[in-house]
């Protein structure tokens, strides 16, 4: 199975299991409704297997779902087979349900970032911040908030993923216009390197030129191996699937541990940035 299938099934399996769960139904009610074995209900919100349209029809009439949404659940059957799948901002929902099954299965997570703190160390202000600059209309901004520090449980649930971060020396010092939540979040930062899961370190400015500084992205390696790209832009996000496109930033993970500063050496320089806005 192609990569980009396999996130498409899993992002699906899991809109389904969740419109399930919302109407009080049992994967044994749903598949006698339907005639067929509650391991196929299993497998398809598993995203082990990939239902027929004709499939996710029968679901949203057992659901009660209707009009556009059951349009859209049906159409991503058999989406568009890209090398990546290309997400508008308009469709964040979609977006993030995605981040968060790769957040799940993910035995791995490198984070590479030169501006931001990834959201999976972000603090309830620094998101609001973050997200509170281009927020559409219309759009709950505390729900937002909510719905990414929700994705941080993923550190702290059993079998946790190893997270790497990689942060441009740069990420400590931007403040956003406010010292003392750009101090909240270094201090927040120290708080989750003491996990024994997640290692954050620094590329500083003295550093030599090195492949990190083309782009931040994160990578996901699942369980059995197979890995994926994120990178997000202004107003849109990408998923790289194919092992080709996705091997080049595989080679810039592995060579930024001898460009970064050593994980003490990097709590230090941390603890030493925030110091330094609690002066100013």
Known sequence: ????????????????????????????????????????????????RSPSREEVSALCAVFGVVGDEKQELIERVGESKDNAAWLATEHVPDQVTSLMILEREAVEITAVELALVPGLAQTADYARLILGSSLAPGVDLERQVATRLGRQAVLSKPRAP??????????????????????????????????????IRVLPFDAVPHEGLRGSFTLYELADGTPYVFVEARSFGVFVTETSAVQPFVEVCNGLGKHALDATTSDDMISAVAERLGDG
């Open 162 to 199: 190893k997270v790497a971060m990689f942060l441009d020396e740069a990420v400590l010092w931007r403040t956003l216009a406010n010292a003392r939540i750009a101090q909240e979040q270094l201090r927040h930062l120290i708080a989750v390197q003491r996990r024994d899961n997640v290692a």
């Open 1 to 48: 199975m192609r990569h980009a299938d396999k996130l498409r099934q899993l992002g699906l399996g899991v809109q389904l299991r969740k419109l399930r769960e919302s109407r009080g139904l049992s994967t044994r009610s749903v598949a006698k409704s339907l005639g067929v074995s509650p391991a196929s209900i299993n497998r398809t919100e598993l995203g082990s």
